[in-house]
């Protein structure tokens, strides 16, 4: 333990212990921590709208299929974020463009289905709740133009992982739901339940 006091012989070694994790908590704490709430938000393609108040944001999607690009996208414990779409068939893509690892420990909510794309990797921690229509996370990219017209693929190279130690549940929409995870390692320590569906 580093003592204060004029004294003490280790003093300098301490304050240079001090200083040196400092600046490693600083380097590593933006991709270690979560955000409260996503940031830099910003709709490229389909229609919709974005608001936060205190805690909790929420997405409001007006059409089919909407593309949001985000600086980041974390949910800090506490915190919720809201995807309302007009059904059970809509689908949310969300890239995730900065540099940042997804730290979702807080909720994220959604009547449909939700894409999240990192190529920095994801992160479900133990205090996190996902409740989707159907969730698609990968660290491969998505073209915007693929995505609106229905194809689905994937493209791209990251070495990031995708972990979940949280509790993930996809309901069921009529359809049966979905639970994929697309990243070079995928380590699942927690719970992941599709009603009627596939994981």
Known sequence: MCQKTLKNPGKKHCQQWLIAAALLFAGYSSSLLAADLPTQGKIVA????IHTQGEAMTINQSTSKMVTDWGSFSIGAGNTVNIVQ??????????????????????????????????NGIIFTKTSQVNVGGLVASTLNM???????????????????????????????????LVAMIAA???????????RGKV
């Open 143 to 177: 073209a915007t133009s693929d995505f609106m017209s229905g194809k689905f693929s994937f493209s791209g190279k990251s070495a990031a992982a995708i972990t979940n130690e949280g509790n993930i549940v996809a309901v069921d929409n009529g359809k049966g739901a």
């Open 185 to 195: 390692k995928i380590v699942n320590q927690g719970t992941i339940s599709a009603e």
């Open 46 to 49: 389909g229609s919709g709208s």
């Open 86 to 119: 007009p059904d059970s068939s809509a689908i949310s893509l969300n890239r995730v463009m900065g540099s940042d690892v997804s730290s979702i420990q807080g909720a994220l909510n959604a009547n449909g289905k939700v894409f999240l794309i990192n190529p």
